[in-house]
């Protein structure tokens, strides 16, 4: 085994909770987690992206350049502070892999795109180390939504001996993978997961998120909201589907809570219900006899508690009881593709993303001075 075997993994999420990091060593598929850290955003820099989340709309290219190389170096200084913890060298380290920010996703656009904050270009050159970054941009100009991504280390990782499994990751937005004991694996976004749990809980009692979920158990759900939620025609669609917190957002909801005389508590066990019921309903007719999470919102025991009763006939787990902890999955994924795409390595997200072949994700960023050797 090489040296060169180690990778580093980047990315914020929309959830925007900080930029999570791991220090991977690879044997074969399997990673080990030498390192891991989640930094998050300094205030200035998150009122920043937040004041963009909210806006709704396409910033401005001029607007996105400076906020593009602040994140460029927050990214790289979590990186370089993760090898410095590790106590390796960076030249040690084949590649990082970053996700960046993402600030504006619309797969389903006449011009469709996905953009992410954080330079790929500057992270080679601040931490020394070649980066693969843009992971999307090739899967969308193969006519795919570009998301979701997990599906692929899913696969690599989770796959069942006999029967199928599914793969949850409760981010900002949900995300599933069915794969099956052959390797096939299917993905696509369920809908929202923390994004409007957290921005709830923000809008009316000034808390970042939900633990626990225990604000929502405190609630009731309320049938009517919930089915005119549900009502929105982006649950109707059929896959490939991917979405973000420019569509599922507080206004979103606003919209929806006009005339309502839910409680606060009520409307935030409606959302966390919401969650549960566009899962359960994707996932139904599965066949599955294990789901396992990841993501944040796993960590949610009131959400974790609403999909089992309304999943009874799966086992719910955890990534963790396969290895590896549900909070660096998403981290992982992008170590593990950066190292696929320096080993030239298409991948097929026909089943996932719906892009018309498969592809050879991100783009790769050399440090100044060192020598591409093909
Ligand atoms: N203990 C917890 N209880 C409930 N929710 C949690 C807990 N820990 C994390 N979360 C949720 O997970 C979110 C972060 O999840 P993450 O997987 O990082 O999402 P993203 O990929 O969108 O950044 C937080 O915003 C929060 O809503
Ligand atoms: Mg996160």
Redesign the pocket.
């Given at each position: 085994m090489s040296e060169k075997d180690l990778y580093v993994g980047l990315?914020?999420?929309?959830?925007?909770?900080g930029v999570?990091a791991v220090l991977v060593r690879f044997t074969e598929n399997h990673p080990d987690l030498l390192a891991r850290r989640c930094q998050p955003y300094r205030g200035e820099l998150a009122d920043k992206l937040e004041h963009f989340a909210r806006a709704g709309q396409r910033p401005l290219e001029e607007d996105l350049q400076p906020l593009d190389s602040e994140v460029a170096r927050q990214f790289a200084d979590t990186a370089l502070q993760l090898i410095d913890e590790a106590g390796i060298e960076s030249g040690a380290v084949g590649a990082v892999g970053s996700h960046g920010q993402t600030i504006w996703h619309a797969p389903d656009d006449p011009e469709p795109e996905s953009l992410q904050l954080g330079r790929p270009a500057l992270i080679a050159e601040l931490t020394g180390i070649p980066t693969v970054g843009d992971f999307r941009r090739a899967d969308i100009e193969a006519g795919g939504q570009g998301a979701p991504l997990a599906p692929l280390l899913h696969r690599a990782l989770f796959r069942p001996v006999r029967g199928k499994r599914i793969v949850l990751n409760?981010?900002?937005?949900a995300n599933i993978s069915v794969i099956d004991a052959g390797g096939e694996v299917r993905g696509f976004d369920t809908g929202p997961a923390?994004c409007l749990?957290?921005a709830w809980i923000r809008d009316q009692r000034g808390m970042?998120?939900?633990?626990?979920?225990a604000w929502a158990a405190t609630g009731r759900v309320d049938p009517e909201l919930l089915r005119d939620l549900l009502a929105d025609r982006w649950f109707g669609k059929a896959p490939p589907k991917s979405t973000g917190v420019e569509y599922f957002n507080l206004a979103w909801l606003r919209r929806h809570l006009a005339n309502r005389r839910a409680s606060p508590a009520d409307i935030q066990a409606t959302l966390a219900e919401l969650t549960a019921v566009s899962v359960a309903d994707a996932v139904r007719h599965c066949e599955a006899a294990d789901l396992l999470l990841c993501?944040?919102?796993s960590?949610?025991g009131y959400l974790r508690n609403r999909l089992a009763s309304l999943l009874p006939r799966l086992r719910v787990g955890s990534t963790a009881d396969f290895g590896l902890e549900p909070?660096w999955v998403?981290a992982v994924l992008f170590a593990w593709l950066a190292r696929e795409r320096l080993a030239g390595r298409p991948q097929d997200t026909r089943a996932i993303t719906g892009a018309r072949e498969p592809v050879l994700l991100g783009s790769i960023a050399y440090p100044p001075g060192v020598e591409y050797l093909p």
């Amino acid at each position: 085994m090489s040296e060169k075997d180690l990778y580093v993994g980047l990315i914020s999420g929309t959830s925007r909770d900080g930029v999570d990091a791991v220090l991977v060593r690879f044997t074969e598929n399997h990673p080990d987690l030498l390192a891991r850290r989640c930094q998050p955003y300094r205030g200035e820099l998150a009122d920043k992206l937040e004041h963009f989340a909210r806006a709704g709309q396409r910033p401005l290219e001029e607007d996105l350049q400076p906020l593009d190389s602040e994140v460029a170096r927050q990214f790289a200084d979590t990186a370089l502070q993760l090898i410095d913890e590790a106590g390796i060298e960076s030249g040690a380290v084949g590649a990082v892999g970053s996700h960046g920010q993402t600030i504006w996703h619309a797969p389903d656009d006449p011009e469709p795109e996905s953009l992410q904050l954080g330079r790929p270009a500057l992270i080679a050159e601040l931490t020394g180390i070649p980066t693969v970054g843009d992971f999307r941009r090739a899967d969308i100009e193969a006519g795919g939504q570009g998301a979701p991504l997990a599906p692929l280390l899913h696969r690599a990782l989770f796959r069942p001996v006999r029967g199928k499994r599914i793969v949850l990751n409760l981010g900002g937005i949900a995300n599933i993978s069915v794969i099956d004991a052959g390797g096939e694996v299917r993905g696509f976004d369920t809908g929202p997961a923390n994004c409007l749990l957290d921005a709830w809980i923000r809008d009316q009692r000034g808390m970042p998120f939900d633990r626990d979920g225990a604000w929502a158990a405190t609630g009731r759900v309320d049938p009517e909201l919930l089915r005119d939620l549900l009502a929105d025609r982006w649950f109707g669609k059929a896959p490939p589907k991917s979405t973000g917190v420019e569509y599922f957002n507080l206004a979103w909801l606003r919209r929806h809570l006009a005339n309502r005389r839910a409680s606060p508590a009520d409307i935030q066990a409606t959302l966390a219900e919401l969650t549960a019921v566009s899962v359960a309903d994707a996932v139904r007719h599965c066949e599955a006899a294990d789901l396992l999470l990841c993501g944040g919102g796993s960590h949610n025991g009131y959400l974790r508690n609403r999909l089992a009763s309304l999943l009874p006939r799966l086992r719910v787990g955890s990534t963790a009881d396969f290895g590896l902890e549900p909070d660096w999955v998403e981290a992982v994924l992008f170590a593990w593709l950066a190292r696929e795409r320096l080993a030239g390595r298409p991948q097929d997200t026909r089943a996932i993303t719906g892009a018309r072949e498969p592809v050879l994700l991100g783009s790769i960023a050399y440090p100044p001075g060192v020598e591409y050797l093909p």
